[in-house]
């Protein structure tokens, strides 16, 4: 197989949140591997905790085509606006970037759903005055979305109040 038969994996810009217009379509174009990470993730909001499936990177899919025999119906297919290039040169992605993105879950869904934080789960601050310290769950206030937490501040446990947003599950337990 020779360079000018040979397809690269190639990241396109899409139009603003028509990434699924864009896959639709190229998938009817033919000869092009179209590979769309996502991830799926609890929104919270007004609607209590919804599962909801978003673009891992916005805007953005990954597609292995031959650029010399399909460059410009790719870029004129509906819901596409370019190929990420440089110096009018598309960029080829490196395979292995590819195969680790699709390592990450099934069919390119990366699954980031929120478990119920319980008193007692060891935690650790990820926004707010208090970011990167960690502590403990001594109490959950659900209808106001806030927490209670243990943390060693100024070299004393201290109960601090925090939306629950300013937390995660600290995963490692190292502390």
């Known amino acids: 197989m020779t360079d000018s038969t040979e397809n690269f994996w190639f990241c396109l810009k899409s139009k603003p949140r028509q990434e699924a217009v864009a896959v639709r379509n190229l998938k009817a174009v033919g000869d092009i591997d179209i590979f769309f990470p996502r991830i799926r993730r609890t929104r919270r909001g007004h609607e209590k905790n919804k599962e909801v499936i978003e673009p891992?990177?916005?805007?953005?899919?990954?597609?292995?085509?031959?650029?010399?025999?399909?460059?410009?119906t790719v870029k004129s297919t509906r819901g596409v606006l370019h190929l990420v290039s440089k110096n009018s040169k598309a960029v080829e992605v490196d395979n292995k970037v590819i195969e680790e993105l699709k390592a990450l879950g099934p069919e390119g869904v990366l699954s980031m759903l929120d478990e119920e934080l319980k008193v007692g789960t060891k935690i650790k601050v990820i926004r707010g005055i208090f970011a990167g310290s960690e502590g403990e769950v001594l109490k959950l206030a659900t209808p106001q979305k806030r927490i209670a937490v243990l943390l060693t501040l100024l070299g004393a446990p201290q109960s601090v109040e925090m939306p629950l947003d300013d937390v995660a599950e600290d995963k490692d337990e190292s502390f």
């Open 56 to 72: 891992l990177f916005p805007g953005y899919i990954f597609i292995k085509f031959n650029p010399e025999d399909l460059h410009g």
